[in-house]
């Protein structure tokens, strides 16, 4: 079989599911169909160039981030549960 050959932003998406949102290389191997060697392969590659989560000044900057992000994903998650409720009532029609 041949190696499928990955774009670099491909492989940076996927080092980024492991430095920033805290997959395990196993688990983003997983999610972007790549073996988890490759995964930490990019990462020891990658890894250092990605940046880091946000520093707070204190906690209540860092809570007042959480808020409006979890305000943010709750309205995109809603328009997504809509639309996948618009178009499978489409494709039954």
């Not at 995964?39 to 981030?65: M, N, Q, Y």
């Amino acid at each position: 079989m041949a190696n499928p050959r990955y774009s670099e932003q491909f492989k940076r998406e996927a080092v980024r599911l492991v430095t920033e949102e805290g997959y395990s290389a196993k688990k983003a191997g997983e999610a972007v169909g790549v073996c988890h060697t490759t995964i930490r392969a990019w990462v020891d590659r990658w890894g250092d160039e990605s940046p880091r989560r946000t520093k707070f000044a204190s906690e209540r900057d860092e809570l007042e981030h959480l808020r409006s992000e979890n305000r943010r994903l709750r309205l995109e998650r809603d328009i997504l549960k809509k639309a996948t409720a618009f178009f499978a009532k489409e494709q039954t029609s």
